[in-house]
């Protein structure tokens, strides 16, 4: 059974920083794995995907990579900003149709 | 322009009434979705339907019925609330949902607290 685990489960620190967040999986042989921000309130927006044959995607300050042997992907933000303050979710795509997903990181970002 | 909507965004009732949370995308997209999120963030699957066609059905009680009048509408029924469904629930849209490079569009949740 897939389970996806997010380490730390929560993270503050000062803005300017580069940071690591933390996604592991128990089952390697998924189709891609995606990285989600989810603010107080509202939806969840997608950040990046990686296919499974992928290793690393970047979007901006964001850089998103995945080692499927050892079932791990760590997102990478850069030059951290008040505005990054949010709870990120890692999700794999196990099977057509279903993501299965982390409990998420909550980030603060203090200015 | 609302990609995906849901309403109504918070939803106060008693136990054992039955309720409708509705769900729209104007994304084009075949296929669209429930979730359950609990007070630990935990995000679950309850429903998938592709084309109007129930394509996952999770462990969900049958108190839980979706309904899909069209591609672009998937609506959540739930009779005889109970405390334990007290929850955010998230409707989600997306392409096709088999592609390695689909992702899924979320509506901003549906805040359900039962009394």
């Known amino acids: 059974k897939q389970e996806v685990t997010q380490i730390p489960a929560a993270l503050s620190v000062p803005e300017g920083e580069n940071l690591v967040l933390n996604c592991s999986f128990t089952?390697?042989?998924?189709?891609?794995l995606q990285w989600f921000r989810q603010d107080p309130g509202k939806g969840l927006t997608s950040l990046l995907l990686i296919q499974s044959s992928q290793r690393e995607q970047t979007s901006g300050r964001l850089n998103a990579s995945l080692d499927k042997s050892s079932g791990r992907s760590t997102l990478y933000i850069a030059a951290s900003q008040p505005g990054d303050s949010a709870t990120y979710l890692c999700?794999?795509?196990?099977?057509?149709?279903?993501?299965?997903w982390g409990a998420g990181t909550k980030l603060i970002i203090k200015p | 322009d609302t990609a995906v909507s849901q309403t109504p965004k918070y939803l106060v009732t008693q136990m054992g009434n039955d309720k409708s949370i509705k769900c729209e995308q104007n994304?084009?997209?075949?296929?669209m979705y429930w979730y359950k999120q609990d007070s630990k963030k935990f995000l679950k699957i309850m429903f998938s339907?592709?084309?109007?066609?129930?394509?996952i059905n999770e462990t969900v009680p049958n108190r839980f019925s979706p309904k899909s009048p069209d591609k672009a509408h998937l609506n959540l029924h739930i009779n005889s609330l109970e405390l334990g469904d007290s929850a955010v629930y998230f409707c989600?849209?997306?392409?096709?949902?088999?592609?390695?490079?689909?992702?899924?569009?979320f509506g901003p949740g549906t805040r359900l607290t039962v009394l």
């Open positions: 989600a849209s997306s392409q096709e949902g088999l592609a390695v490079t689909d992702t899924q569009y």
């Open positions: 089952d390697s042989a998924i189709y891609n």
């Open positions: 999700a794999v795509k196990h099977s057509n149709y279903q993501l299965i």
């Open positions: 994304l084009g997209h075949d296929t």
């Open positions: 339907y592709n084309n109007k066609e129930l394509i």
